[in-house]
């Protein structure tokens, strides 16, 4: 068995020598036929230009409005040239950040860290995606495009995301009161300034707005 040579490697040709083909139908007849030798020429494969995005996390699925949160996005290159690119994460239809002229290696990755700043976006539910450029020559384009999932625009304090600050909140955040990034009770939706704990400054958010309901 020979297999497709890599596009680092050279072509390889195989050369068909027949030395007995007899053929017969089914009444067991023989079959006229002419015998030839032939070549086979397997090519080596087609050098790739491929960008691919292969995943999404995000600091917290619940984010306070004006506050901010982190947004890693993974790419990697999958072809087989070093390739530059920008990458795009997106908020339902709105871009919130571009980054340009990303270089990678060939079989290489990256995770590029994007901060969202929710002041001036609207309270809701957004679809974050992102997607890299199509890069010269690049086939296999449905791997550019990223989709993660929902995160919550919402008002500050309300942990549990049901656009309404109220009791509910403020028992989630007493569980999670004094814990850390790490930490079992740590929850990432409770941390409202986004420091990596959750402390009375994100208590103090709650009771500010409590009461309050959106729409």
Same mark, same amino acid.
């Given at each position: ?49 491929? %960008? ?18 982190? %947004? ?144």
């Amino acid at each position: 068995m020979i297999n497709q040579p890599s596009f680092s490697e050279d072509d390889v040709t195989l050369s068909i020598q027949l030395t007995k083909t007899d053929l017969a139908n089914t009444e067991g007849e023989a079959i006229p036929h002419v015998d030839f030798d032939a070549t086979v020429t397997i090519h080596a494969r087609e050098n790739l230009h491929d %960008i691919a995005i292969t995943g999404i996390t995000t600091s917290k699925t619940v984010i306070g409005q004006t506050y901010s949160m982190s %947004i890693n996005v993974t790419v990697e290159n999958q072809g087989d040239y070093t390739e530059a690119f920008n990458v795009t994460l997106a908020a339902n239809t709105a871009v919130i950040e571009t980054v340009t002229n990303i270089t990678l290696a060939s079989v290489t990755n990256t995770t590029i860290t994007f901060s969202w700043n929710t002041t001036g976006w609207m309270k809701g539910n957004y679809t974050i995606g992102a997607y890299a450029t199509i890069v010269p020559y690049e086939k296999e384009t449905a791997d550019n495009d990223f989709i993660y999932g929902i995160v919550t625009v919402t008002i500050p304090g309300d942990v549990n995301c049901d656009f309404t600050v109220d009791i509910y909140d403020i028992v989630l955040l007493c569980y999670a009161y004094g814990s850390e990034r790490g930490e079992l009770r740590y929850d990432p939706n409770c941390d409202s300034e986004g420091d990596g704990d959750v402390d009375i400054y994100d208590v103090v958010i709650a009771c500010g707005h409590y009461g309050e309901t959106y729409p």
